[in-house]
């Protein structure tokens, strides 16, 4: 394979690894027959699982039954070895014989083991964890989910920096359009750093996205921007209340379509509007957050997933690395 994207695969971490990791494998690469990947985990039960269904030429498996569990605290995952999957993957990616990493492990021990291994890029202070949210045009990118419960100004310039050019990346067609996540839209809402982020980036020049300044939480769905900036305390409790918002309403589709009030909804709403629906806050489809700011990323998938959303963080791997977003970070930081 030509220029084939290197993916280094933590296949231990998360619920039912490593069958659902490898079956991710097996659907992404249908779809993506230039990556190759970097296997890092029990050999004998990786194997039996591939069993055949991979060419031989578009994978390595470095065996390891050392592994980072789910209950470890981050020091606990530094200190249990060199020799576990999760290590090993981002060595992987330290060391040049990866292009990115993908671990559905322990989100703690996975940005610390990762903070230790990688540098980060000129200029940025802080790294962020990034996701992808669905929204009424299209998709955003909202950062930070819980990385830094305290930024400073500088933080938040950074992470708009970060997050444009990570939608860059990703939608290399579409214009990256920036606010800042507050509790209000008018100018002088919000706490001091964010108003002083605010000033900063109004008078910002040569920017490579569009600042539309501030956009409270009720707006987060609207589309109007697609990239959202919040330190990492805002951003993980906006994350929460929209996943438990969206698991509400689906589990209420859920009993509405096969209880005894299908009839009284019929009219209003078709079974195909409906799966539909279903389909579009499928948390499966935006599976794989980004932890941005190393350079080299790093994508995290849920623990919980099942192949299917496994696959498609493999997907946000190889589409950031077709999207040379850490070109772009470096190119528009300073």
């Known amino acids: 394979m030509n220029k084939a994207i290197k993916i280094a695969v933590d296949a231990m971490g998360g619920d039912g690894s490593p069958r659902k990791t490898i079956e991710g494998i097996i659907h992404h690469y249908k779809n993506n027959n230039d990556t190759f990947y970097q296997i890092f985990g029990d050999q004998n039960k990786i194997t039996n699982i591939i069993n055949n269904k991979l060419p ?6 470095t065996h390891t039954q050392d592994v980072v569990k789910g209950t470890d605290s981050p020091l606990e ?10 290590w090993l993957a981002i060595e ?19 940005l610390v083991i990762a903070k230790l291994n990688l540098k980060m890029i000129e200029d940025i202070d802080k790294p962020a964890l990034a996701a992808l949210w669905p929204n009424k045009k299209g998709m955003s990118v909202v950062l930070d989910l819980g990385a830094n419960i305290e930024c400073s100004s500088k933080n938040l310039i950074d992470f708009s920096i970060m997050g444009s050019s990570l939608f860059k990346s990703l939608y290399p067609n579409d214009i990256a359009k920036v606010a800042l996540l507050n509790i209000g839209s008018e100018e002088i809402k919000g706490h001091e750093i964010i108003k002083e982020t605010y000033q900063k980036l109004s008078e910002k020049k040569n920017l490579d996205f569009d600042f539309k300044g501030y956009i409270e939480g009720n707006q987060l769905m609207n589309g109007d921007v697609n ?39 019929s009219s209003f709403l078709n079974i195909s509007n409906l799966r539909k629906f279903k389909k579009r806050f499928d948390p499966r489809l935006y599976n794989g957050a980004i932890f941005i700011g190393l350079d080299s990323p790093v994508i995290k998938s849920h623990g919980g997933t099942d192949y299917i959303g496994f696959s498609n963080s493999l997907s946000v791997c190889s589409r950031i690395i077709k999207g040379d977003l850490i070109k772009k970070i470096r190119k528009n930081i300073n």
Do not use: Q
């Open 56 to 61: 031989k030429n578009t994978f390595e498996i």
């Open 92 to 110: 992987s990616v330290k060391n040049k014989k990866s292009d990115i990493v993908v671990s559905a492990g322990n989100t703690g021990a996975l």
């Open 77 to 86: 995952a530094a200190k249990r070895g060199k020799k576990t999957s999760m």
């Open 227 to 265: 990239v959202i900036i919040a330190d990492g305390f805002t951003g993980n409790v906006a994350l929460k209340t929209a996943e438990g918002t969206s698991n509400f309403i689906i589990s209420e589709l859920k009993k509405a379509m096969t209880g005894s009030i299908i009839g009284k909804i």
